[in-house]
């Protein structure tokens, strides 16, 4: 089991940045890849950016790739994403995740490749 809880959510105004935090704690070890998805209202959760925890590429959404940075400090479990340069469209509820099963792991970037969940925390951004 892996406990995921996400923190550093808020309102900003569009070019401003904000920086999510998600402290991991259990059988941290089984995670195959981790990740940061959103969801804003009406549509479907997607991912933002993620990788393979065997030190292997990092991935980011075409639509934050160069203003978001992914970031693990494996020393203090935690699984940061800075955002910069935010606009309206990344108004969401920002979910950290981890997967265990490297079957589903083959894409860090759709929903399906995670089974565990912290429990959100929202940004808005204003224009």
């Known amino acids: 089991q892996v406990q995921l809880v996400e923190s550093g959510g808020g309102s900003v105004q569009a070019g401003g940045s904000l920086r999510l935090s998600c402290r991991a704690s259990g059988y941290t070890a089984g995670s195959y890849c981790m990740g940061w998805l959103r969801q804003a209202p009406g549509k479907e959760r997607e991912g933002v950016a993620g990788?393979?925890?065997?030190?292997?590429?990092?991935f980011y959404a075409d639509s934050v790739n160069g203003r978001f940075t992914i970031s693990r400090d494996n020393a203090k479990n935690t699984l940061d994403l800075q955002m910069n340069s935010l606009e309206p469209e990344d108004t969401a509820a920002y979910y950290c995740a981890a997967g265990s099963y490297q079957f589903n792991c083959v894409n860090v970037l759709t929903p399906k490749g995670y089974n565990y969940w912290g429990q959100g925390t929202q940004v808005n951004v204003s224009s």
């Open positions: 990788f393979y925890t065997d030190g292997g590429s990092t």
